[in-house]
């Protein structure tokens, strides 16, 4: 069975006998995502972010500080990823 993650009603999907939270970009950001994420018990956090436009910024190391903090918090594993 082939499952999507949907914003309101599935916000996990499954890869093998995981199921992944994926956090994308401005997500690891804001408290919804990860607190909606967390009710449906994922195994890993894979939190992934474009910031090739953010040169010379500090956004990608503030998502990789707040993607770190959620996984901690949560005692998930966290794959993270960024395109700089």
């Known amino acids: 069975m082939r499952e999507h993650v949907h914003f309101f009603a599935n916000p996990v999907v499954t890869i ?9 970009c401005y997500e690891q950001l804001i408290v919804w995502p990860i607190l909606q994420s967390m009710l449906h018990s994922p195994d890993p956090i894979v939190a992934v972010g474009n ?3 953010t040169d ?5 190391a ?9 996984a901690r918090l949560f005692s998930k594993p ?3 990823s960024c395109n700089t």
Do not use: E, K, T, Y
Not at 16 to 24: F, T
């Open 16 to 24: 093998g006998s995981h199921r992944v939270d994926p956090l994308i």
């Open 51 to 53: 910031g090739w436009w």
């Open 56 to 60: 010379g910024a500090s956004i990608v």
């Open 62 to 70: 503030i998502q990789r500080v707040n993607a770190i903090a959620w």
């Open 78 to 80: 966290l794959v993270f």
